[in-house]
Each structure stands twice: as C-alpha cells, then as structure tokens.
C-alpha cells in the first residue's frame, strides 16, 4: 500500500501561485510515476502533470503547459506542483497519484487538495 497526502491548496487571486506537494509513505517502490490530477464542479477529472521516478520525465497537459512545473524530492518522497499564472479555470481539487511499476492504470490516489482562483 502506498499513502499520498496533499498540501498547499488555498485561495489565490488570478496570476498569483501555490505549490502543491504530495508526500508518499509506506510501500514507495522505487520506479512509479506520480501524477497530479484534478475536477473541478460538474466536470471529469483531468490529467494535469507527471514525473517519472528519476525525475527525467516531466510532462504536463496543454493547458498548464508553461504555467505548472511537476518535480519531486526522492529524499524527501514528495513530489510537487508549482502552479504560477493561476487562472480562474484553474479552481479544482487537485489530487496526486501513483502509477506502480508494471501497472497500467493509477491505483493509488490521496484525498485531494482545493485550489480555488478568484477573478
């Protein structure tokens, strides 16, 4: 089993940041991939970023293209989301994932963080 927890959701006006972090506990396989994910109200959730294990792999979706950098801390089992040039579209509850090696889907998830950006 792996445990992911959220921080550094909050409220922030249009073209401010927040960095988000997940930190990992219990079987953290060396190898995963960790991905931010997030919904907002009425819609599906939608892939955001993901790293690879060594960290050589970023990649994010269009819309944040430019905007969020994904990186982590092996040390430390926290992987982050710098999110800069925030966007009112980009109020959602932003969760992070863990994509175990071998496995094709995501199969372990934390509880979420909110981010919420006022015009």
């Known amino acids: 089993q792996v445990q992911l927890v959220e921080s550094g959701g909050g409220l922030v006006q249009a073209g401010g940041s927040l960095r988000l972090s997940c930190a990992a506990s219990?079987?953290?396989?060396?190898?995963?991939?960790t991905g931010w994910f997030r919904q907002a109200p009425g819609k599906e959730r939608e892939f955001v970023a993901a790293?690879?294990?060594?960290?050589?792999?970023?990649y994010s979706a269009d819309s944040v293209k430019g905007r969020f950098t994904i990186s982590r801390d092996n040390a430390k089992n926290t992987v982050y989301l710098q999110m800069n040039s925030l966007k009112p579209e980009d109020t959602a509850v932003y969760y992070c994932?863990?994509?175990?090696?071998?496995?094709?889907?995501?199969?372990?998830w934390g509880q979420g963080t909110q981010v919420t950006v006022s015009s």
């Open positions: 219990g079987r953290t396989a060396s190898g995963h991939v």
């Open positions: 790293i690879s294990w060594s960290g050589g792999v970023p």
């Open positions: 994932a863990a994509l175990m090696p071998g496995a094709s889907s995501y199969a372990y």
